[in-house]
């Protein structure tokens, strides 16, 4: 780090206030402009004649101080910031953030900033697993908030669990990855494949699967992040695809058949994280099929194999897809990369708790020509985003 980069260091009112003393400590040393926010509740826990000390600049409490450094304080901050940290975040203050709420100096420089924002929760461990917050910090992830999940272990309250503040070797490593971001797909054009197919029967049935495209969108953040391009072909989703992608929306397997081969010549990465259906309905029925008696027996045909396509004509492309199994693993995982020419293949079992559709999750295993299989454990989607493209940067 250097003296040319700003971080805005917000402290909230939690026990673990104490650890970011050290946090400010480090990042002072290295020559980082550090500017410390404080709640009331913060100063609960840690005085601010602490955090005064340590980054050199006065703290700031209060919306309505003077402060001759900028003309209006809360934009003067926000415009000056290269990150912005919040830790420890309570959950008070993700609710705040997660509803656009600036009812303090802290919440309203958070509205004002167009800096990164990494957000480091720490809390009790029942509060933290409340629906409610984790529904807060999944609003913060799809505004592209960076969140860093707490650590588990012995609380303050005397309860065991996921709620600790992480050591502060582990905040440190993640500031200098947001302010000094790897830029390895710079000049690289991923084409990446997102989320379900949906396969229409009649105008109001379809056929579909369990896919959100959380793993795609997450894939194509980190590509923007490292500063590659990205063409974005996703099935329908709720979630909002990052900024920066250009999105290419269809429907059915072959919408996105037709559309991965448009664009595959100007690629040199494709990453097929969508779950295409293998098979449509053969028949469409231009009105709603009605109920009759007895059973309907619906005939289906073979979608065609968009990877398998790409493997035939595959030249200096690198190939990477995913294999969502129930059983055989590596045995199923293994055919499908020799069948379609891949070069990297992700598999999963998605009967394990905490892999598969819909979860923020994923367990997965990576396997790559001429390299022994890497099983990883349990990790957020978007911290696997990053290991994979490790991967596929290792075949540049």
Not at 89 to 105: C, P, R, S, V
Not at 293 to 307: C, F, H, K, M, S
Not at 320 to 336: C, I, M, R, S
Not at 363 to 382: C, F, H, N, Y
Request: proline content about 6%; overall charge negative; hydrophobic content about 40%.
């Amino acid at each position: 780090m250097n003296a040319s980069k700003t971080v805005i260091m917000g402290i909230t009112g939690g026990i673990a206030a104490y650890k970011s003393a050290d946090l400010v400590s480090r990042l002072y040393k290295v020559g980082t402009r550090v500017h410390v926010i404080m709640t009331p509740n913060a100063m609960q826990f840690i005085a601010p004649l602490t955090f005064r000390t340590l980054s050199g600049n006065p703290v700031l409490i209060d919306s309505f101080q003077e402060d001759s450094r900028w003309r209006v304080q809360h934009i003067g901050l926000a415009e000056e910031a290269d990150l912005m940290v919040i830790s420890p975040a309570t959950a008070n203050i993700i609710a705040k953030m997660a509803h656009g709420l600036a009812d303090d100096l802290l919440s309203t420089v958070v509205l004002a900033t167009r800096a990164p924002i990494l957000v480091v929760p720490s809390m009790n461990t029942n509060m933290y697993n409340n629906p409610i917050v984790q529904d807060n910090l999944g609003r913060l992830r799809d505004r592209g908030f960076h969140i860093l999940e707490p650590a588990e272990g012995e609380l303050a309250c005397g309860v065991t669990g996921k709620g600790r503040l992480p050591e502060v070797d582990e905040i440190y490593s993640k500031i200098t990855e947001l302010l000094f971001p790897r830029r390895d797909y710079e000049g690289k054009v991923v084409l990446i494949t997102s989320g379900p197919t949906q396969e229409a029967m009649d105008p109001v049935r379809y056929l579909t699967n369990r896919s959100t495209g959380k793993m795609g969108l997450a894939l194509a953040q980190e590509v923007i992040n490292r500063g590659g391009d990205v063409i974005l072909i996703t099935g329908p989703t709720h979630l909002s695809p990052p900024a920066g992608a250009c999105v290419v929306p269809v429907t059915s397997a072959r919408e996105m058949y037709d559309e991965v081969l448009r664009h595959y010549p100007q690629c040199d990465i494709v990453i097929g994280a969508a779950a295409v259906a293998d098979y449509r309905p053969k028949a469409y029925s231009g009105q709603k099929v009605k109920k009759k008696e007895g059973d309907l027996v619906i005939e289906l045909a073979r979608n065609p194999d968009i990877l398998a396509e790409l493997g035939k004509k595959k030249g200096n492309h690198i190939l990477v897809g995913f294999a969502a199994e129930t059983e055989d693993l590596l045995v199923n995982a293994q055919a499908k990369m020799d069948k379609k020419n891949l070069d990297v293949l992700i598999a999963n079992d998605v009967t394990q708790e905490g892999a598969g559709f819909g979860s923020d999750t994923n367990i997965v295993t990576i396997m790559a020509r001429d390299s022994e299989p890497l099983p990883l454990p349990q990790m957020l989607k978007g911290q696997l985003a990053a290991v994979i493209l490790d991967k596929i940067a290792g075949l540049f």
